[in-house]
């Protein structure tokens, strides 16, 4: 990736607190509708001397621990549909390797206007139709609906890996808008494939010594917490919760790639 990864980091208390918070609301967010990268990824690249390519690696760390617990508090409150999970899973942790293999040869700017026009696009969907995701009604079955579930695993895995921030977005969008899923339902799928593109990822960040692994198993343990307290809320809540959230979440994440093409 042309970037040095061993450079060593000194971080005061006051620091760690901060990225501390920022992980257990990172974990938090990602465990309702994921996005919590938004929160994450910002928080550590603003630690003095860290490298763009040590932030993406250790907030996949961090990120990882926190999708665990809110994917095994869905799976035990919720009940997610395994026959679509599994595919999605399995096709988005191999996007993901291929993801992050490509970080360092294909410039993130060129997705950015992309990605922007496709959220303001979600958006105004999303919020001209409010009865969208308020019920499961699977557009496909059988064959054609894992099918459709394992390429949606395979693009927004290759995204993650590649670039990261609202992923878990990126997969409820999906789920809803073009699979079918209510909001709670889609959520608790997306956590599954979430843990598995940031496994994805650290298969390629991992050998190539990126991890920062001090730092990022404590901002995986804030993760844990914020992400089980996150995911118990959605479930107690429901769709409409979730769809609230969602669209703040969505709308941050315009903000933000807004601000990122107009500054250049």
């Known amino acids: 990736m042309g970037q040095d990864v061993g450079v060593p980091l000194e971080l005061d208390v006051l620091t760690v607190v901060l990225l501390l918070l920022a992980g257990f609301c990172a974990g938090w967010v990602d465990a309702v509708v994921g996005g919590g990268g938004l929160i994450q990824l910002p928080a550590l690249l603003l630690v003095p001397g860290i490298s763009p390519v040590q932030a993406l690696a250790t907030n996949k760390l961090g990120s990882i621990m926190g999708t665990s617990i809110s994917a095994l508090t869905y799976y035990r409150r919720v009940g997610p549909d395994l026959r679509t999970a599994a595919p999605m899973a399995l096709t988005a942790f191999g996007g993901a390797i291929g993801g992050a293999a490509l970080a360092a040869q294909i410039p993130a700017e060129l997705f950015t206007p992309i990605i922007l ?31 459709a579930a394992a390429a949606l695993g395979l693009g927004i895995g290759t995204y993650d890996g590649l670039l990261g921030p609202g992923t878990g977005t990126f997969l409820v969008i999906g789920l809803v808008s073009v699979l079918g899923y209510a909001f709670l339902p889609a959520s608790a799928i997306a956590k599954i494939v979430n843990f598995a593109t940031n496994a994805g990822a650290l298969v390629f960040f991992v050998p190539y010594g990126a991890v920062l692994w001090g730092l990022g198993l404590a901002l995986g343990a804030a993760n844990l917490a914020g992400g089980y307290l996150g995911a118990r809320m959605a479930v107690a809540k429901g769709s409409g919760f979730i769809r609230v959230v969602f669209l703040v979440v969505v709308l941050a994440l315009i903000t933000r790639l807004g601000w990122d093409v107009l500054s250049g």
Do not use: F, K, N, S
């Not at 969208?132 to 009604?137: E, M």
């Open 117 to 147: 026009v496709v959220l303001l696009a979600v958006a105004g969907w999303t919020i001209a139709r409010p009865r969208l995701g308020a019920q499961t009604d699977l557009r496909w079955e059988g064959r054609r609906h894992h099918l």
